[in-house]
Structure formats: C-alpha cells, structure tokens
T-cell receptor, first 110, second 115 residues
Framework: DAKTTQPTSMDCAEGRAANLPCNHS???????VYWYRQIHSQGPQYIIH???NNETNEMASLIITEDRKSSTLILPHATLRDTAVYYC???????????FGQGTTLQVKP | GAGVSQSPSNKVTEKGKDVELRCDPI?????LYWYRQRLGQGLEFLIY????????KSGLPSDRFSAERTGESVSTLTIQRTQQEDSAVYLC?????????????FGPGTRLTVL
C-alpha cells in the first residue's frame, strides 16, 4: 500500500473551511484515497473516498490532483464537533486492510 | 440499519488470563477486520476475514492471538495468557467490498486492560 504524508496538526476557526492536505506520491492506478476521522475515544468514522475525480458528500469534499499524487479534504464549515484526528489512507480492495498513519489532529477553535 | 457492534465495551483482566472479544458486523458485509489501537497510537491491522476464511493474518502479534468467524457473521478475537502490553482498544470493522472499494465501517471498540 502507498504511504501517505499529512501534517501532524492544524487549527481552524469555527465556521471557517478546514482544508486538510495529504501527499500520496506513490499511489498506484487501482488505489483509492480514503479519509477517516477519529473523535476522541470513538472508533474511526468514514468520511469520503475517491479514485481520480473530485467527490462531495454531506460531510466533506475531496479534491484529488490530476496526477493523483496529493489530495485535500475540505470541511466547508468546521464546527467544534469536527475536532478529531483525520486519517488519509490509500488502498485497494485487493489488500483487505487499511494502513493508518498518524493522521492530522484538527483542532477547531471558537 | 444497525452498525458494527462490539462486546464487551470494556474488559479488565488479570495477566495470564484468556479473553474473548466479539464483533457483530453490518448485516451482509462479507469482509471483517480487526485492528488494535494502543493509547495515543494509530491503528494497527491484525487480521482480515473474507467470509469465514482469513486471507491475511499478518498483523497478529503472536500465537497467543487468534480469531475466527462464523460464516459472514460474528467474529471472535481470542487472546490467550494476556500480557500487560496487550492493553489497548480492539476495533472491528466490516465492509461490503461493493464496487471494488473497501470502505470500512468501524465499531466502537473494546477497551482491554490487563492488570
């Protein structure tokens, strides 16, 4: 599985957009980009995934660069409840597992 | 529908005792995964089931750890002769593998404390 690189921590003001970057320069053609988050003392929560096109759902938007070597997760209007560790993962259904790195700790501040 | 459930939510045991952790996946999900998360650490993959077979057991840390799954239903993770370093949150996830993707849905975890 390709490795990902994320900043260790980020702050965001409540109500503003949170833009979380991820580098995955060794991603291969059949690997998806997944984003999960883990709020303190809970299991990881699926947010969004994509292959090459940008994706949007009720939680977030995922912007993947044309060369697929990096992506950005966008939380359009961050709230205090969005404070969590955000994990960017690349993988395919062939591997059967997700490799979680250290993620980005997002602190949303009032 | 119901999500992934795990039991017990908390387990405290003495060193050397055996423990069983249970996972009930989302109905219809063929794939099931176990992960471990030590305090302040990221998730470590333990084992993956496709149906009731385990094509990837590479993450099991020792032969004290084993897991089984009944059909495409409940899974049990067993830790024999527990050690203090086994203390962690054990997380289960399931996936339908629909559309070639592997979106995994996690349960709340079992917090294991070995005294």
């Amino acid at each position: 599985d390709a490795k990902t690189t994320q900043p260790t921590s980020m702050d965001c003001a409540e109500g503003r957009a949170a833009n979380l970057p991820c580098n995955h320069s060794t991603i291969s053609g059949n690997e998806y980009v997944y984003w999960y988050r883990q709020i303190h003392s809970q299991g990881p929560q699926y947010i969004i995934h994509g292959l090459k096109n940008n994706e949007t759902n009720e939680m977030a938007s995922l912007i993947i660069t044309e060369d697929r070597k990096s992506s950005t997760l966008i939380l359009p209007h961050a709230t205090l409840r969005d404070t969590a560790v955000y994990y960017c993962i690349v993988g395919s259904s062939n591997t059967g597992k997700l490799i979680f790195g250290q993620g980005t700790t997002l602190q949303v501040k009032p | 529908g119901a999500g992934v459930s795990q039991s017990p939510s908390n387990k405290v045991t003495e060193k050397g005792k055996d423990v069983e952790l249970r996972c009930d996946p989302i109905s219809g999900h063929t794939a099931l995964y176990w992960y471990r998360q030590r305090l302040g650490q990221g998730l470590e993959f333990l084992i993956y089931f496709q149906g009731n077979s385990a094509p990837d057991k590479s993450g099991l840390p020792s032969d004290r750890f084993s897991a089984e799954r009944t059909g495409e239903s409940v899974s049990t993770l067993t830790i024999q002769r527990t050690q203090q370093e086994d203390s962690a949150v054990y997380l289960c996830a399931s996936s339908s593998l629909a559309g070639g993707t592997d979106t995994q849905y996690f349960g709340p975890g079992t917090r294991l404390t070995v005294l």
